[in-house]
């Protein structure tokens, strides 16, 4: 074993920070006992309304842990042992204990990798091979890359965002974790901010109408769907991206597959994000089973839409400051 001290700790969550979190709500805290690493949940960083089970948190703490083994790797270490609590209990989410090891390929694009909500190129020659070896290295995804298919997905995508914008109670936390304009105190530290959400400066100023006070109105005029589809940018995908795993597997653990799905993306150059929506609403996700079967034993756990961006692509992560993330050792 080797005790992990503060100041590597400080270097490993710098780069394990910027891990994917659903809303970018950035639960996991860390801490030291006796050279071992803690992570913790933070109770105070939950979507009540959009993970009313807490599935995504957990699947979020699990895209943190896989970022810590792969900043472990880049440091030549690795983790020996790894202790998971069972979802709920109380205490760490994971005991992990460190040792020797090799840096993990995959670790060199973790700074490239960040959601793409914008449109993508569809006048990319090296897409399809870019696919091809995606889908080779990646049994964790089915890649749906006829086009039919994919304005159907992205048809769906609308329709299910459409049914939770309906619910106030969402549009409140969806905006809660909005931060749209510059000024905001955590615009770079947390959330979703108007530069990641590919807004301009009026379209930020209008999505808070939209989610905000207008909603109801538009809603009643017919215009809610119109306003808020984002078929364009998912119908420019190259592919949908359905990741699965096993049936019955722990969120923690499906949330390093799903983190390290997404840095295989980016190693082949595509980018994207996940599209929760057509998941976590029955209705959506019963058609994608149907016409996409999963194989024996697997389940649908997101649906990523990827390609080549379109336009100029700044990549930047609003996350909070690594003192934020440590707590004092136990
Ligand atoms: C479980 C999970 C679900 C997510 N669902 C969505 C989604 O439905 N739509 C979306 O645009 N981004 C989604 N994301 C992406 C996060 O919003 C994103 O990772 C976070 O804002 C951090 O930004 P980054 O990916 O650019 O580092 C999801 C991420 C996770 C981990």
Redesign the pocket.
């Known amino acids: 074993m080797i005790a992990v001290d503060p100041d590597l700790l400080h270097r490993l969550v710098a780069e394990a920070r ?1 891990a ?5 709500i950035q639960p996991t805290r860390v801490s030291l006992s006796d050279g071992v690493i803690l992570l913790q949940d933070d109770p105070a960083r939950r979507l009540p309304a959009a993970d009313p089970n807490g599935h ?1 948190v957990r ?2 703490h699990g ?1 943190f842990l896989e970022g810590l083994a792969l900043a472990l790797g880049r440091a030549g270490l690795a983790i020996a042992d790894l202790v998971l609590a069972p979802s709920g209990a109380a205490g760490p989410i994971a005991r992990i204990t460190v040792a020797e090891g090799a840096p993990d390929p995959l670790a060199s694009h973790v700074p490239n ?3 793409w ?1 914008g449109g993508f190129s569809t006048a990319d020659a090296a897409v399809g091979a870019a696919l091809a070896r995606l889908a080779a290295d990646q049994p964790d995804l089915t890649l749906v890359s006829e086009q039919q298919a994919i304005g159907r997905i992205a048809a769906l995508a609308d329709r299910a965002g459409l049914f939770f914008l309906r619910d106030a109670g969402h549009r409140r936390e969806l905006l809660q974790w909005m931060r749209l304009s510059k000024a905001h105190p955590d615009h770079d530290r947390d959330g ?1 901010n108007a530069e ?1 959400m590919a807004l301009g400066r009026i379209e930020a100023f209008g999505a808070g109408l939209v989610l905000g006070p207008l909603f109801p109105l538009l809603d009643r005029l017919g215009l809610a769907g119109p306003v808020t589809a984002e078929a364009g940018e998912a119908g420019s995908a190259a592919a949908m991206a359905l990741f699965h795993r096993a049936e019955g597997e722990d969120p923690l653990v499906t ?1 390093r597959a ?1 983190y390290r799905a997404w840095l295989a993306m980016a190693a082949q150059g595509l980018a994207g ?5 057509l998941v976590d609403w029955p209705e959506t996700h019963a058609a994608l089973c149907a016409a996409h079967p999963l194989p024996a034993g697997r389940r649908l756990v ?1 649906v990523f839409r990827i390609g080549v961006p379109a336009g100029p692509r700044r990549i930047s ?2 996350r909070l400051p690594v003192e934020a993330l440590i707590r004092p050792a136990s």
């Open positions: 910027l994917p979190s659903v809303h970018n995504d699947l979020s895209a990798r960040a959601s909500r979703l990641a949330g799903f994000c996940p599209v929760s929506v997101n992560h609003a």
